[in-house]
């Protein structure tokens, strides 16, 4: 059974910071992990990855604020969000990939202004 566990989410005033983590089982193979985001109204959208041999890529909307970190072996991916604004509220996933993706069931970011 595929289960990819989230976890560090909630309510945080503009400026402030919050760290995302995610954990992933039942998937025998990975090769990237990640996070994305949908905000209300709007499609869902790449935060950050980080793939094998530490290949990351941002958003550019989060270059220099968010600092993705992972275990592509142990399977686990964080998210550190830093300098937060009001237009990063979202729900974000974390996805693990090889060839299928697989999501989280998502958590709750809420950036108050």
């Known amino acids: 059974q595929v289960q990819l566990v989230e976890s560090g989410g909630g309510l945080v005033q503009a400026g402030g910071s919050l760290r995302l983590s995610c954990a992933a089982s039942?998937?025998?193979?990975?090769?990237?992990m990640g996070w994305y985001r949908r905000a209300p109204g709007k499609e869902r959208e790449l935060v950050a990855t980080?793939?094998?041999?530490?290949?990351?890529t941002y958003a550019d909307s989060v270059k220099g604020r968010f600092t993705i970190t992972g275990d592509i072996a142990k399977k686990t991916v964080s998210l550190q969000m830093n300098s937060l604004k009001p237009e990063d509220t979202a729900v974000y996933y974390c996805t693990a990939a090889d060839i299928t993706p697989y999501w989280g069931q998502g958590t709750q970011v809420t950036v108050s202004s």
């Open positions: 980080i793939g094998t041999g530490a290949v990351i």
């Open positions: 039942g998937i025998s193979r990975i090769t990237v």
